[in-house]
Every structure is written in structure tokens, then in C-alpha cells.
Nanobody, 123 residues
Framework: QVQLVESGGGLVRTGGSLRLSCTAS????????IAWFRQAPGKERERVSCIRGSDGRTTYADSVKDRFTISRDKAKNTVYLQMNSMEVEDTAVYYC????????????????WGQGTQVTVSS
């Protein structure tokens, strides 16, 4: 089974930027979607962004639209999440996940997860 490893988290001030990486242990088929989720303390895990394997189509949560960009490098088996103009509300553990699932799916639709990377935005 494919394994996912996230990296790139850290501490950043409001207005700053971070780039997260999600690297798969092997090539992920075109039928798979890769999504970024986040979970803040006391809150449910929410889908932040997703990229569809078949055509690269992307989706974003309203809260991050125009600030975050998801992209992929197939040769490196890696999906990125570029986060700009960051806000305190972006503080969470960020996870990447993959499955043969629609990009509008919930966390329950994705069966393969990384270990998560902490992102903290300070004011």
C-alpha cells in the first residue's frame, strides 16, 4: 500500500507563507485524488484542497481560496500546498490523503493518510 509523508510545516507569522509537500512511496494512479486536510484542536478534520489524478483539476475550501495553491510533480510523486497570506485561523495539523474518491469527498472517503505536519500561524 502506498505511504504518504508530509513535510514543510512550521511556525509563521500572519501574512507569511509556507509550502507543504506530500510525497508518496510510489506512483499514484490517475484514478486517485490527493487531498490536503487540516484539523485544528477541538475541530473536525476539514478538506482544504484537492487535486484530481486524471486531469489535475483542483478544488479549494472557501476559507483558503485565492491564498492556497495545490500542485503536483508526477515525476517526484509529490503534491504541494503553497500557502500564502496565512492567517491565525490556518493553524492546524495538515494531512495529505489519497484514494479513488471524488475531490468533494469527506475525510471518510480517503483511506490512505500521512502522519500530518503542524502548521502554526502567530499574530
Amino acid at each position: 500500500q502506498v505511504q504518504l509523508v508530509e513535510s514543510g510545516g512550521g511556525l509563521v507569522r500572519t501574512g507569511g507563507s509556507l509550502r507543504l509537500s506530500c510525497t508518496a512511496s510510489e506512483s499514484i494512479g490517475d484514478y486517485y485524488a490527493i487531498a490536503w486536510f487540516r484539523q485544528a484542536p477541538g475541530k473536525e478534520r476539514e478538506r482544504v484542497s484537492c487535486i484530481r489524478g486524471s486531469d489535475g483539476r483542483t478544488t479549494y475550501a472557501d476559507s483558503v481560496k485565492d491564498r492556497f495553491t495545490i500542485s503536483r510533480d508526477k515525476a517526484k510523486n509529490t503534491v504541494y500546498l503553497q500557502m500564502n497570506s496565512m492567517e491565525v485561523e490556518d493553524t492546524a495539523v495538515y494531512y495529505c490523503a489519497t484514494d479513488v474518491a471524488p475531490c468533494w469527498g469527506t475525510a471518510d472517503d480517503f483511506s490512505t493518510w500521512g502522519q500530518g505536519t503542524q502548521v502554526t500561524v502567530s499574530s
